[in-house]
């Protein structure tokens, strides 16, 4: 096998993290060529096998490496397909993949271009990042995700080996980030208790990404900055979750007023009317120079919703943050 050529049919590793789904299911075919669902879990095929073991006897140079764990993250984004194949097929794929970099790839041998394609495939596990990050497990049951397939020690291990690259760190805060927002937006819907609901996903939010900030100062170590600044992505989450507070009616009168006339006597920039509902809008994404325009919000009003989410916010990613430095990590 020419190692740096993998000649994956049908695949091309640079399109490995864009959606794609044509070149995801040639990387998938490739990985897992057979198997079945059994008691909700994929069960490989022989040909799937006997790939994984060519791979794990593989003598592996850097390109092939690159071009492997590109195949590895194209393949991971089929967790979320509606084909329950794809699906279950992707997620033994992705806990397999894992297997594989922490017991066949030494840490010296991750180049740049290997940990952010590893970054995109740990960022199809948000729900897996988001459980470590509130201190549970990956050890337990649960029947799509990647329990069973991996220790909380290997996840745990590819998350400390690829963060202190600052593309795959970026990677992973704003796929947290985003995940987070997503399922915020679909459970507002059905909320009985919108305020509360929403304090504690913020809360759930900030854990993750403080995690994701404790483990990269792990990886730091000390006296050397790391690739995720805390102050920045707290100022962010709490912009975000002003605006959603906003939108989702639960600021005061007063707190929406000082929005239209705070800046001087003028509209902050993020204010707005539709059909003449005062509305605060936000870019997508929100920088941290961006939404310091916020913090100048809320400085300007007592609102008890905003302080709630100060509050939960910070308290979140305190916790995450330790969960993140008490990371087990294979050396």
């Known amino acids: 096998m020419d190692q740096s050529a993998l000649g994956i049919p049908g695949f091309s590793p640079s399109a490995a993290g864009q959606d794609d789904q044509a070149n995801a299911q040639a990387a998938l075919e490739y990985l897992s060529p057979d198997g079945e669902i059994s008691d909700g879990k994929w069960v490989p095929g022989e040909q799937a096998q006997q790939r994984w073991e060519t ?5 592996w140079n850097p390109a092939g490496l690159e071009e492997l764990t590109a195949a590895m993250a194209a393949a991971s984004t089929l967790r979320t397909s509606q084909d329950d194949d794809n699906s279950a097929a992707a997620t033994w ?13 030494p840490l010296e041998n991750y180049t740049d271009t290997t940990k952010q394609n590893l970054a995109v495939l740990l960022g199809n596990c948000p729900d897996e990042i988001a459980d470590m990050a509130r201190g549970g497990s990956l050890e337990g049951v649960n029947v799509y995700g990647l329990s069973g397939l991996v220790t909380d020690a290997q996840f745990e291990t590819v998350l400390y080996r690829v963060i202190d690259d600052e593309t795959a760190a970026d990677t992973l805060v704003a796929t947290m980030l985003e995940y987070h927002h997503n399922q915020i ?3 507002m819907t059905t ?5 509360a609901l929403l304090l504690g996903q913020y809360q759930f939010a900030a854990r993750s990404v403080g995690y994701l900030d404790g483990i990269a100062e792990l990886r730091a170590g ?7 600044d805390g102050a920045d992505i707290r100022t962010v989450l709490r912009a975000q979750a002003y605006v959603d507070a906003a939108n989702y009616g639960l600021l005061s009168a007063a707190t929406m007023e000082a929005a239209a006339t705070g800046n001087n006597g003028a509209p902050f920039s993020f204010y707005t009317e539709v059909d003449g509902q005062p509305t605060i809008t936000a870019p997508d994404p ?3 120079d961006a939404a310091h325009e916020y913090m100048r919000w809320d400085r300007l009003v007592e ?16 916790f995450g943050y330790d969960e993140g430095q008490a990371a087990k990590v294979i050396k």
């Open 303 to 318: 609102d008890a919703t905003m302080d709630g989410l100060d509050v939960r916010i910070t308290n979140g990613y305190n």
């Open 222 to 228: 000390d006296n050397t900055p790391d690739t995720v």
């Open 286 to 288: 929100i920088t941290p």
């Open 185 to 187: 937006d679909s459970k």
């Open 55 to 59: 791979l794990d006897e593989g003598d």
């Open 191 to 195: 909320a009985t208790d919108p305020e």
């Open 93 to 105: 794929v992705t806990g397999r993949s894992i297997d594989f970099v922490v017991n066949q790839l």
